[in-house]
């Protein structure tokens, strides 16, 4: 069956600072996909990212950055020099090759402080 | 760019009644998913939905749920007799893919937040 865990209920970081969410995930399939959603407090799902299992290379999009390994199961998440528009809830998600389904972690909430 | 939209934003409903949720899905993409979020808990599949037929339903999804493409634009989920508990914000997503949707980036919409008194 497939989890995903991301183990940090809450951070809190001052503006600036660097800050990594934690996401580890199980699943018996040997092709997966991995994302990362942003909700912010107005509510809606916002898609950051979508890995599959067979590229390990480390991706970087401006601020962000994520960084998948297969050794470990995890797929964690860096924001770097953090602002306050950053905070919101993070959501790692999991699906599996036959099937759609999305399975979420519980979220991080990220607060950015001025 | 295009969107998923999902209205009503908001909607307040009696125990027991009827409630249906409309989303306009993105206009090429082929597979549509119900999702739904207990305040402050994580987001759960309810369904996914593809070539008019559910493809995939979790275990949320009981007799008291239905979904439809009525037309050629909107998909819906009909709550046929609401509880208390149906309380959340319900997201409405869809992804593009002719075929299985292998791990297809699925795009949400804003969600309507539904409460039962």
Known sequence: ?114 | EPEVTQTPSHQVTQMGQEVILRCVPISNHLYFYWYRQILGQKVEFLVSFYNNEISEKSEIFDDQFSVERPDGSNFTLKIRSTKLEDSAMYFCASSASSGRALGETQYFGPGTRLLVL
């Open chain 1, 1 to 114: 069956a497939q989890k995903v865990t991301q183990a940090q209920t809450e951070i809190s970081v001052v503006e600036k600072e660097d800050v990594t969410l934690d996401c580890v995930y199980e699943t018996r399939d040997t092709t997966y996909y991995l994302f990362w959603y942003k909700q912010p407090p107005s509510g809606e799902l916002v898609f950051l990212i979508r890995r599959n299992s067979f590229d390990e290379q480390n991706e970087i999009s401006g601020r962000y950055s994520w960084n998948f390994q297969k050794s470990t199961s995890s797929f964690n998440f860096t924001i770097t020099a953090s602002q306050v528009v950053d905070s919101a809830v993070y959501f790692c998600a999991l699906s599996e090759e036959y099937g759609n389904k999305l399975v979420f972690g519980a979220g991080t909430i990220l607060r950015v402080k001025s």
